[in-house]
T-cell receptor, first 115, second 120 residues
Framework: QQQVKQSPQSLIVQKGGISIINCAYENTAFDYFPWYQQFPGKGPALLIA?????SEKKEGRFTISFNKSAKQFSLHIMDSQPGDSATYFCAASMWLTGGGNKLTFGTGTQLKVEL | GAVVSQHPSRVICKSGTSVKIECRSLDFQATTMFWYRQFPKQSLMLMATSNEGSKATYEQGVEKDKFLINHASLTLSTLTVTSAHPEDSSFYIC????????????????FGPGTRLLVL
């Protein structure tokens, strides 16, 4: 119930194309869904995040689509660029009894954008 | 804003020695800091959660006597890998979460750049 399933494991997209990464969760107690971008040898950087009361959020070329009833959310990268080549992690967060929260991460998607 | 630093960025040590990794929130006060471990091409695995001034909460399977965590101030947490062995070699990443902001608890975790530990 704590898992977040992410697909695909790897993705190759042509420059200018749309990259789509999907995630699904089971636990309806999750109430915050961030996406992180990680380059090799670096820590993850927050890309964009959404709450379940919103169906879509867009920031620049990055869009999160959220389907609460299906318990699924996805990241769309429009006009993908070679500089977007990185590993992307979806995550889900919930508040814990006793205070605090913690993130549950998906397994990651390695994106490569080719010229 | 929301910058988290880690030091050192990489460390090589001999088996049996202890290694300390520092995590600092540079421009905000982090009431909670998290320590993760990441193996090559894998996801982040939460090791422990630490709140300023209190004992860390370790995830199941993480040896608290081996991975000592101290969160002595609102901007600094340290992870000490005691008696390190080659199997402890990994990428260790910390994250920090601010406390209240505008009367609301903050959920966003900001990650440090990571520390590559190699135990020979």
């Amino acid at each position: 119930q704590q898992q977040v399933k992410q697909s695909p494991q790897s993705l190759i997209v042509q420059k200018g194309g749309i990259s789509i990464i999907n995630c699904a969760y089971e636990n309806t107690a999750f109430d915050y869904f961030p996406w992180y971008q990680q380059f090799p040898g670096k820590g993850p950087a927050l890309l964009i995040a959404i709450r379940p009361d919103v169906s879509e959020k867009k920031e620049g070329r990055f869009t999160i689509s959220f389907n609460k009833s299906a318990k699924q959310f996805s990241l769309h990268i429009m006009d993908s660029q070679p500089g977007d080549s990185a590993t992307y992690f979806c995550a889900a967060s919930m508040w814990l009894t006793g205070g605090g929260n913690k993130l549950t991460f998906g397994t990651g998607t390695q994106l490569k954008v080719e010229l | 804003g929301a910058v988290v630093s880690q030091h050192p960025s990489r460390v090589i040590c001999k088996s049996g020695t202890s290694v300390k990794i520092e995590c600092r929130s540079l421009d905000f006060q982090a009431t909670t800091m998290f320590w993760y471990r990441q193996f090559p091409k894998q996801s982040l695995m939460l090791m422990a959660t630490s709140n300023e001034g209190s004992k860390a909460t370790y995830e199941q399977g993480v040896e608290k006597d081996k991975f000592l965590i101290n969160h002595a101030s609102l901007t600094l947490s340290t992870l000490t890998v005691t008696s390190a062995h080659p199997e402890d070699s990994s990428f260790y990443i910390c994250s920090a979460r601010a406390g209240l902001a505008g009367g609301q608890l903050q959920e966003t975790q900001y990650f440090g750049p990571g520390t590559r530990l190699l135990v020979l």
